[in-house]
C-alpha cells in the first residue's frame, strides 16, 4: 500500500556531489520520522541522516558538515544532499520512513515503518 522509491545515485568523484530523492506514494495519511541509512559491503546498516516532520535533524559523525537532509512534505519526499563525497561513503544507500497509513473515510491507521529498494552510490578516488 506504501512504496518509498529512491532515485540519484550514481558514481562520482571523490571530492563531487550527488543529491539522493525518495518520494513516499500509496495509502498515507502522515509522515513522522524520514532517514536514510547506508550500507557498505561487509557492514552493517548505518543511520546516516533523519528529519522529523517538524523539519528536526540528525546526522551521523561522519557525514556532518558534508551531507544535508530535507523533505518536502508537500511531495511527501525526503532528500540527501550529499557533497564532499569521500570513498568511504560508497554504500547503498536507503530510504527509510515511519509512515501512518489512511484508513477508509480518511482515518488514520497504523503507524508502520517502510524501506526504498536502495540506490547504489560509487565513489572513486
Known amino acids: 500500500q506504501v512504496q518509498l522509491v529512491e532515485s540519484g545515485g550514481g558514481l562520482v568523484q571523490s571530492g563531487g556531489s550527488l543529491r539522493l530523492s525518495c518520494v513516499a506514494s500509496?495509502?498515507?495519511?502522515?509522515?513522522?520520522?524520514m532517514g536514510w541509512y547506508r550500507q557498505a559491503p561487509g557492514k552493517e546498516r548505518e543511520l546516516v541522516a533523519g528529519?522529523?516532520?517538524?523539519?528536526?535533524?540528525t546526522y551521523a559523525d561522519s557525514v556532518k558538515g558534508r551531507f544535508t537532509i530535507s523533505r518536502d512534505n508537500a511531495k511527501n519526499t525526503v532528500y540527501l544532499q550529499m557533497n564532499s563525497l569521500k570513498p568511504e561513503d560508497m554504500a547503498v544507500y536507503y530510504c527509510?520512513?515511519?509512515?501512518?497509513?489512511?484508513?477508509?473515510?480518511?482515518?488514520?491507521?497504523?503507524?508502520?515503518?517502510?524501506w526504498g529498494q536502495g540506490t547504489q552510490v560509487t565513489v572513486s578516488s
Open positions: 500509496g495509502s498515507i495519511f502522515s509522515i513522522n520520522f
Open positions: 527509510n520512513a515511519w509512515i501512518r497509513n489512511l484508513r477508509g473515510l480518511g482515518s488514520q491507521g497504523t503507524l508502520n515503518n517502510y
Open positions: 528529519i522529523t516532520s517538524a523539519g528536526s535533524t
